[in-house]
């Protein structure tokens, strides 16, 4: 049962870490995860395990954790679930972290690698910062290939951040975040199965755990890099990723149904900007094909948002992505 009410909440001590990453038919991207993994620096006197939940219910990911197990240092636990979506992997992901009997959870994504300090600066700022409950930190992208400069240089690529270290965020992702189980074991947080196929589903997770206390902080030290090969370097997927980060995002602020007014001002306005994006992206190829699809994706991430909070339903994103194949 989730607590909605803001709590006085104590501030775990960390023992124990669950590195956790779910993963879906990668293999061999997960290999490289893993092995970033292996060679973290990992602060004195905390214990590491290693969780991986697979939601193939073929295990595709078994023979990758047999392969990396015999000299991996640190245990592994590899659990496969059944019941596909991301919101159910995940959920899975939380419970067999409580089954490990860890204090916090680390986790990332099966795209992702590493930096060797990854743990040791999201550590860092838990013990250093009071108020720091759960932290966050950048995911910047790496390319597994060659590709032309102006779809690498996309605006869905280039994930610049101002964010300060120790600043405040209302939400986060699991592609980068340290939180204690306390959030899912004291406080009932689950992530909500109506994102299942959707995404977006970590954003609304840490945005429920930071209304009732756990505090969200930002460590630009705390760095992993995603992988981005030939099945997201195109104008497609660039297009499609961008309308359903839209989406979700109108999705998530609208879902609980506010006053009606609020909802109708917000779609006057998304109106008004989608149509000046009709007007403006055609004349935006002058400035060269980085702007052209910059602002491209712009416009389809604008329409995005405008038919999220129209439509108000969960929508497959994983389904348009990947060829009918519900990740």
Request: with cysteine; charged share 25%; proline share 3%.
């Amino acid at each position: 049962m989730e607590t909605t009410q803001t709590q006085n909440l104590i501030k775990p001590e960390i023992k124990s870490i669950a590195i956790s990453c779910n993963t879906f038919l990668r293999p061999e991207i997960l290999e490289r995860t893993l092995e970033s993994i292996a060679h973290l620096n990992i602060p004195d006197g905390i214990k590491i395990k290693v969780l991986v939940v697979d939601n193939d219910a073929n295990a595709s990911a078994r023979t990758v954790i047999d392969k990396v197990h015999v000299d991996f240092p640190f245990d592994i636990t590899y659990k496969v679930e059944e019941k596909r979506g991301l919101a159910n992997a995940r959920n899975r992901l939380l419970k067999e972290a409580l089954e490990l009997g860890v204090s916090h959870i680390a986790i990332l994504d099966d795209d992702d690698i590493a930096d060797e300090n990854w743990i040791t600066n999201l550590v860092d700022l838990y013990n250093k910062q009071e108020n720091a409950f759960i932290i966050s930190g950048p995911e910047y992208c790496c390319f597994d290939g060659e590709f032309p400069d102006y779809l690498i240089n996309n605006n869905i690529f280039v994930k610049k951040t101002t964010k300060k270290k120790g600043e405040i965020r209302r939400v986060c992702s699991t592609h980068n975040a340290f939180f204690p189980v306390s959030v899912v074991k004291d406080s009932g947080i689950w992530f909500d199965s109506s994102f299942v196929f959707m995404g977006g589903e970590d954003g609304d997770f840490f945005y429920r755990a930071s209304k009732i206390g756990y505090t969200i902080v930002f460590n630009p030290d705390a760095i992993v890099r995603e992988i981005n090969g030939k099945d997201r370097v195109n104008v497609r997927w660039i297009l499609s990723r961008n309308f359903y980060n839209g989406y979700s995002g109108s999705y998530l602020q609208y879902k609980t149904r506010p006053k009606k007014i609020r909802r109708f001002l917000y779609l006057i306005k998304m109106m008004v900007i989608c149509f000046l994006n009709i007007l403006i992206t055609p004349f935006s190829i002058i400035f060269g094909r980085t702007a052209f699809f910059n602002v491209l994706g712009l416009s389809s991430k604008n329409f995005g948002k405008l038919i999220g909070a129209i439509r108000l339903q969960p929508l497959n994103y994983y389904e348009h992505l990947n060829g009918g194949i519900n990740k």
